[in-house]
């Protein structure tokens, strides 16, 4: 049932992350790491060979909002030839899985993936399916409760806002469950990535103020060479800056919180810009493709400077 060149349901994708952990048991396992509000289980998988003992941690999470299909299947797709080229012998991803560990969570948001992805519901369902009360507005935006900055600029009190930032930080299942599990690893992170789309963008922190944070430069720096890499691949150019200066003020959002807890690179990646949500599925595998090689010139720039 399971497509790598499509978009799948939350359960083959589980599925199918379960199916790498049996045929890869000395480099993948997964892990559940909480339950939605709809009682689905948020589950990540790791690649680690465990061989070379430990390594600098790579977190990367796709489908906090719903619609946005595209990142879920594109962080699908980057697991599938992460593991196929560290068998296959591909010096570039080999090195990769050999260096770092990697942590990818495809959808983080599991019940508002599966209210977007049924006939019954909607397609450009961007939030969660928490009824927060009794209201008729269902759904909090999960890129704005986290606890960094949650309820500044950008955000909304309104329950029936696309932006709506929930009660509290960290009120919803899904952020609380990830970032218990981000701080259970807390100092051993090399860098989070969250995937969205559209725009072609790679972000940084800060986004609740355009103030730059304290190492804009090494971020800067750092997101140029994945741009860069991504270039290399088939031409598609992606923009970099800090959240606040080129986009808009997000509080709340996942990168930002992330670096606050000491993750020393933390980004926001939009994915390509075909002005839409909807991305046909031949989109998925060169995204993926040009995505590894940014990885790798990235890390190979940080290994340089540091
Ligand atoms: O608004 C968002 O959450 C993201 N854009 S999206 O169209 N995918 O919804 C941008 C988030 C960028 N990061 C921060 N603002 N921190
Ligand atoms: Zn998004």
Redesign the pocket.
């Known amino acids: 049932e399971f497509d790598i060149t499509a978009y799948n349901s939350h359960e083959s994708v589980n599925d199918y992350l379960d199916e790498l952990s049996i045929s890869y048991p000395d480099l993948v396992t997964t892990k559940i790491i909480g339950y939605t509000h709809q009682n689905r289980p948020i589950k990540i998988l790791i690649i680690n060979n465990k061989k070379s003992g430990a390594k600098p941690k790579v977190f990367i999470d796709g489908g906090q909002?719903a619609r946005?299909w595209i990142s879920p299947a594109v962080v699908t797709h980057m697991i599938h030839q992460l593991i196929n080229g560290y068998y296959k012998e591909d010096d570039r991803l080999r090195s990769l899985v050999t260096k770092y560990e990697f942590h990818m969570l495809p959808i983080l948001n599991p019940d508002g993936y599966v209210y977007s992805y049924s006939d019954h519901g909607i397609r450009l369902w961007r939030k969660n399916m928490n009824n927060v009360t009794t209201t008729n507005c269902t759904g909090v935006d999960l890129?704005r409760n986290w606890d960094f900055h949650w309820a500044g600029r950008?955000g909304s009190r309104d329950e029936c806002s696309i932006v709506y930032q929930g009660q509290s930080a960290f009120s919803e299942k899904e952020t609380k469950a990830t970032s218990d599990y981000i701080l259970s690893y807390q100092g051993q992170w090399h860098s989070y990535f969250s995937f969205?789309?559209f725009?072609q963008l790679i972000?940084f922190p800060y986004?609740h103020t355009a103030i730059p944070n304290p190492d804009y430069e090494k971020h800067r720096s750092a997101a140029k060479s994945l741009a860069a890499g991504i270039k290399s691949v088939n031409n598609r150019r992606y923009t970099v800056g800090a959240?606040g200066m080129i986009?808009y003020e997000?509080s709340g959002?996942s990168?930002?919180w992330a670096y606050s807890i000491g993750v020393p690179y933390s980004y926001?990646l939009?994915l390509p810009d075909l002005f839409t949500f909807v991305v046909p599925t031949d989109v998925i595998e060169p995204t993926a493709n040009e995505l590894l090689q940014g990885l790798v010139e990235y890390f190979q720039l940080i290994e340089e400077e540091d």
Do not use: D, Q
Request: glycine residues 12%.
């Open positions: 909002h946005e890129n950008g969205h789309s725009g972000l986004s959240v986009l997000a959002s990168e930002s926001t939009e």
